[in-house]
């Protein structure tokens, strides 16, 4: 397997790979028009292009034999979605194919976060996982976070409540 650093002309294969993972993974727990909303509006082009072109962002391919099977995006600086503190990186996603879960591309994509967040040297990483996935909370348990606050995603009109997970870098 390969990872590798997605670039301003992979968009439009970004965009397939997020909505494809992001579908897969809720769709069977949020109504149809939700998803539909948020499948449009989170993963625009306009928007990923932006996003891709952002300094505090940055965003890796899981790849195998050519194809792309998952993603992983984190932010620092303002480009964090709540904390914005500069000692923390924040892992945004890391979405894997259901047909590849279980076959530890999750953790090469968590293991690569860590990796970016020793390179900035930041003090913590922290991330938001839906209080519905026991799945990722158990893998983010078992990676050494600890639910340390809550806050709300939004998914078309439905408020749904994530835990806020944080894991201290040791220097």
């Known amino acids: 397997m390969n990872i590798r650093k997605v670039n301003i002309q992979d968009v439009e294969k970004l965009k397939e790979i997020g909505k494809l993972t992001f579908a897969e993974t809720f769709s069977s727990e949020n109504s149809e028009e939700n ?3 948020y499948l449009e509006n989170g993963f625009k082009t306009e928007k990923l292009t932006a996003e891709l072109t952002d300094q505090n962002t940055e965003f890796y391919f899981a790849e195998l034999d050519g194809k792309i099977i998952g993603y992983l995006k984190v932010n620092v600086g303002q480009s964090q979605t709540e904390i914005k503190d500069k000692d923390a990186l924040e892992i945004e996603r890391i979405y894997v194919l259901k047909a590849f879960h279980g076959k530890k591309v999750g953790q090469i994509l968590f293991d690569k976060a860590i990796e970016l967040a020793r390179e900035k040297s930041v003090e913590y990483v922290w991330l938001g996982v839906w ?21 709300i ?8 409540t994530d835990i806020m997970m944080k894991l201290r870098l040791k220097k």
């Open 153 to 160: 995603f939004k998914l078309g009109d439905d408020e749904q």
């Open 131 to 151: 209080e519905q996935n026991p799945r990722a909370i158990r893998f983010y348990e078992k990676n050494g976070f600890v639910a340390f606050g809550k806050h």
């Open 35 to 37: 998803m539909k909303q």
